[in-house]
């Protein structure tokens, strides 16, 4: 995305009658999706449509824009629009409808039928653990703006910890995308439980060591819950302005300075910061990963985000440039998306991110892929193309892990 020309303080005049004082949640009812379809991509436009919106669904997208924008303001936004389609009638009524909530209950597979608070996901990791001590230990990532410590589970076969090359998987980077943080502890659920019975689960554990973060913008997360349940970024501030967070998939040191991926203002859903890796959560990722590189390397790193189905890899901050073992990439990302679709019907499209979607800068995956050295570097975009978009109901959780843990097992096995 181009930087913003706007004004950030006509912005955050704007954005007051939908940004809530700390103790108050958006009110969503009486809201709507649009998908806007633009003549053609500008920035300029884009920032004028950034100015009327909630939010903006998914920022850096090409023409197509998904936005949430209040029942007074459609014709306004639509008038950007040489097609403008209601894909949300009631954002408010969508959100009744995602199930809210529920109460925790200890690790079982009944956890994967509803969404869980964020207290109850850090009880989840920790009982999943406590539940498997002689082949995995919590871990840490260091810690958010708001002191929450970024926590996961590192995991390991007979070759002992620490023995095996590197898998990383990183959820809940963006606070709205919750598909993911029930995905990724899928993934680390799976591992542990059906290590015992399952041969082929053995073998990939005894394959790897597994570093698996569920959620690692948890701020922005626990925000979801509390205030804004649309929410992206993190919960950092700038000095000066009243706009708040970074996109901590636009604040990785590598190539953050290249201009067309992020955005330059605060208000933007993907303002990259204000220098590289400015943000603590990325600090604290960028650790994890050079210290694997330096230990075992790196072999696969997935960063899990929804939604839109695709499954990409570097590079996101140059169209025109391919990784070295392109081939591979896409001969993996293939076969995950066969596989995928075998369990549900479940299209995914693949390819390079900057020239399959768009440009980003300052992102995850091309960090790790040069920084880190990763022999494979991933993101998965989950369900779905945008009906639910980010509230995902309930009765898609399993369908969404369980394809997903397909896809996954089926690029551990050729990694
Ligand atoms: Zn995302």
Redesign the pocket.
Known sequence: MKSFLLSSLLFSTILAGVVPRATEKVDYHGFKVLRLELTEKSAKVEAKIEELVAHVLNPGTSSVLDVVVSADKVKAVSAFAKKSTVITEDVGLALEGEGGISAYSVPSETWFTAYHSYADHMQFIKDLQASFTSNSEIITAGTSVQGRVLTGIHIWGSGGKGSKPAVLFHGT??AR?WI?TMTVEYIAWQLLTKYGSDASVKALVDKFDFYIMPIVNPDGFAYTQTNDRLW?KNRQTVSGNSCVGRDN?RNWSYKWEVTGGASTNPCSETFKGLAAGDAPENKGMMAQVTSLRDGKGLRLYI?F??YGQYILWPYGYNCNLVVENDAQHRSLATAAAAAIKAVSGTAYTYGPSCSTLYATTGSSTDYTDVVGNATYSY?Y?LRDKGNSGFVLPVNQIQPTVRETWAGVVSMLKSA
């Open positions: 980077v963006h995308e993911t992206r998939n960063d985000h929804s993101t975009e």
